[in-house]
């Protein structure tokens, strides 16, 4: 489905970048040109942005034609080719730039967030993003995410109560923190979850003694005291390991028994998946 978003940032996508022409192509590509090119893929990974590199030729060129051969979501591998493009010579290298910018990015994120899965296997953790995005860029890098095999934590600021350390302060420490929600959330008639951030087990406990949340957040943990909180909090509420956990460190995590595992290098330490769109 195309959404409104997705449009408007297609459209201010291509006004930034095309100004008042492409001139490049206007000083020497014929007008009424047509031909050819292929996206050939360079790394191995998770391919993802596809659907969106479709939209993209759509609103440039609705005459050009994507024969897409690989989809978002399935293994990719170097030297494949993921689609074929036909149409107009000028509106390919219009697409170009735009097209690669989305799809490198998308497909970095997507197999990063798989190998991330894939070393949770079998235990029930699940793989959550975290708000560290791109600004303006958030809805395509939290799509990777789910296209990679992870979830969403929340869209924003406005889809879930996350009570975090400064939150606490400012609030006059966890038991306020949790109180003050509880009767805003009451006062404005909103059905929001509570997630609260623990530093420490003493955190855990004044949590557990308080209750009214949904899920604790267990921040820069180390392994044991991870596995120490999950037997306390003994599936009264969701628990989430957060905080610097890495490829090396993420089975150790999972296997403490928490319900989810934030990563927020999946969306902010990226290198773009290696990609070009070659003509014919």
Same mark, same amino acid.
């Given at each position: 489905?195309?959404? +409104?978003?997705?449009?408007?940032?297609?459209?201010?996508?291509?006004?930034?970048?095309?100004? +008042?022409?492409?001139?490049?192509?206007?000083?020497?590509?014929?007008?009424?040109?047509?031909?050819? $090119?292929?996206?050939?893929?360079?790394?191995?990974?998770?391919?993802?942005?596809?659907?969106?590199?479709?939209?993209?030729?759509? !609103?440039?060129?609705?005459?050009?034609?994507?024969?897409?051969?690989? /989809?978002?979501?399935?293994?990719?591998?170097?030297?494949?080719?993921?689609?074929?493009?036909?149409?107009?010579?000028?509106?390919?290298?219009?697409?170009?730039?735009? !097209?690669? /910018?989305?799809?490198?990015?998308?497909?970095?994120?997507?197999?990063?967030? /798989?190998?991330?899965?894939?070393? !949770?296997?079998?235990?029930? $953790?699940?793989?959550? +993003?975290?708000?560290?995005?791109?600004?303006?860029?958030?809805?395509?890098?939290?799509?990777?995410?789910?296209? *990679?095999?992870?979830?969403?934590?929340?869209?924003?600021?406005?889809?879930?109560?996350?009570?975090?350390?400064?939150?606490?302060?400012?609030?006059?420490?966890?038991?306020?923190?949790?109180?003050?929600?509880?009767?805003?959330?009451?006062?404005?008639?909103?059905?929001?979850?509570?997630?609260?951030?623990?530093?420490?087990?003493?955190?855990?406990?004044?949590?557990?003694?308080?209750?009214?949340?949904?899920?604790?957040?267990?921040? /820069?943990?180390?392994?044991?005291?991870?596995? =120490? =909180?999950?037997?306390?909090?003994? *599936?009264?509420?969701?628990?989430?390991?957060?905080? *610097?956990?890495?490829?090396?460190?993420?089975?150790?995590?999972?296997?403490?028994?928490?319900?989810?595992?934030?990563?927020?290098?999946?969306?902010?330490?990226?290198?773009?998946?290696?990609?070009?769109?070659? =003509?014919?």
């Amino acid at each position: 489905m195309v959404t +409104d978003l997705l449009k408007e940032f297609i459209r201010k996508s291509i006004e930034e970048d095309l100004g +008042d022409g492409d001139h490049s192509s206007l000083a020497c590509i014929p007008p009424g040109t047509n031909g050819k $090119a292929k996206l050939l893929i360079k790394d191995d990974g998770i391919l993802a942005g596809v659907r969106v590199a479709s939209e993209v030729f759509n !609103v440039i060129d609705k005459d050009l034609k994507c024969e897409i051969r690989i /989809n978002d979501g399935e293994e990719i591998h170097r030297g494949d080719i993921a689609f074929r493009l036909t149409g107009s010579q000028q509106s390919i290298l219009k697409s170009e730039r735009l !097209v690669l /910018n989305i799809m490198q990015r998308m497909s970095s994120i997507a197999t990063s967030t /798989n190998r991330y899965v894939s070393l !949770v296997a079998g235990t029930k $953790a699940r793989i959550l +993003d975290t708000r560290k995005t791109t600004p303006g860029l958030r809805f395509l890098e939290k799509e990777a995410v789910r296209i *990679g095999g992870g979830m969403n934590h929340r869209m924003g600021l406005f889809d879930m109560i996350m009570l975090k350390d400064n939150h606490i302060i400012y609030a006059g420490g966890i038991e306020k923190a949790i109180k003050k929600t509880l009767e805003y959330l009451k006062k404005t008639g909103r059905d929001l979850k509570i997630e609260i951030e623990a530093r420490s087990l003493d955190d855990v406990k004044r949590i557990l003694a308080t209750g009214g949340v949904h899920r604790i957040m267990l921040d /820069n943990f180390k392994v044991s005291d991870t596995s =120490a =909180a999950v037997r306390m909090i003994a *599936g009264r509420y969701e628990t989430e390991s957060s905080g *610097g956990i890495t490829l090396e460190t993420v089975r150790s995590y999972a296997e403490c028994g928490v319900d989810f595992i934030s990563v927020g290098a999946l969306t902010h330490h990226i290198r773009s998946l290696d990609m070009s769109l070659e =003509a014919l």
